[in-house]
């Protein structure tokens, strides 16, 4: 059974920042990529990042790029977003999700977790 389960949301002041991490069970890491998306109130489900499982390569959504990282952990099958000079409108509820092994979709393919939320005070 796949299992994500994200934590590290939480409130922050504008300009702060925050690690997300995603634990991976029930798959073959290798298969997929994992990726970050993000929901809030009133507004369309936003891909943020995706981190490739084929050659480690990344993507961000433009709105998250230079401020969002992600990284991946294979050895504890963890994937991470580090999240810095955090905004107000980066407040969401976040998710992991698998996508292709290419992240070739801003959609996630599968699976996602049960999300956590990041608030972000002006």
């Known amino acids: 059974e796949v299992q994500l389960v994200e934590s590290g949301g939480g409130l922050v002041q504008a300009g702060g920042s925050l690690r997300l991490s995603c634990a991976a069970s029930?798959?073959?890491?290798?298969?997929?990529?994992i990726g970050w998306f993000r929901q809030a109130p009133g507004k369309e489900r936003e891909g943020v990042s995706c981190?490739?499982?084929?050659?480690?390569?990344?993507l961000y959504a433009s709105s998250v790029k230079g401020r969002f990282t992600i990284s991946s952990d294979n050895a504890k099958n963890t994937v991470y977003l580090q999240m810095k000079s955090l905004k107000p409108e980066d407040t969401a509820v976040y998710y992991c999700?698998?996508?292709?092994?290419?992240?070739?979709?801003?959609?996630?393919?599968?699976?996602w977790g049960q999300g956590t939320q990041v608030t972000v005070s002006s």
């Open positions: 999700g698998l996508y292709p092994k290419d992240c070739s979709s801003s959609e996630p393919i599968g699976s």
């Open positions: 981190i490739s499982s084929s050659d480690g390569s990344t």
């Open positions: 029930g798959f073959t890491f290798d298969d997929y990529a």
